[in-house]
C-alpha cells in the first residue's frame, strides 16, 4: 500500500470511526501530506510502514522551524494518531 493510499485509509478512519471534527481532519491531513512531500523531497521511502523515527524526527526538525509550540505538538500528535493507526 503507498503512502497516498494510507494517508487517504487514515483519513477515512478518522472521519467516520474517531468521529474527529473537521478542523481536526483538515489539520492532520494537511500535516500528513506535507509530511509525504518532504519525504517525495528527500527521496525517503514513501511507505509509512518502512519509515524509521530518524526520517519523522528530521521532517519535524526541518518543518517546525520558527513554529510556535502548539504547532508543532499538534504535527507530533498527527502523527502519533497516524502510527497508532
Known amino acids: 500500500m503507498t ?45 509509512a510502514s518502512v519509515l524509521q523515527v530518524r526520517h519523522l524526527r528530521s521532517f519535524l526538525a526541518q518543518t517546525s522551524e520558527g513554529n510556535m509550540a502548539a504547532t508543532v505538538l499538534r504535527k507530533v500528535a498527527a502523527l502519533r494518531a497516524f502510527y497508532r493507526f
Not at 477515512?12 to 474527529?20: D, F, M, N, Q, T
Open 3 to 47: 503512502l497516498s493510499e494510507q494517508l487517504e485509509a487514515f483519513e477515512r478512519h478518522l472521519a467516520s470511526e474517531r468521529r474527529a471534527s473537521p478542523l481536526t481532519v483538515a489539520t492532520y491531513m494537511r500535516d500528513l501530506h506535507v509530511l509525504a512531500d518532504y519525504l517525495a523531497r528527500s527521496s525517503m521511502p514513501l511507505d
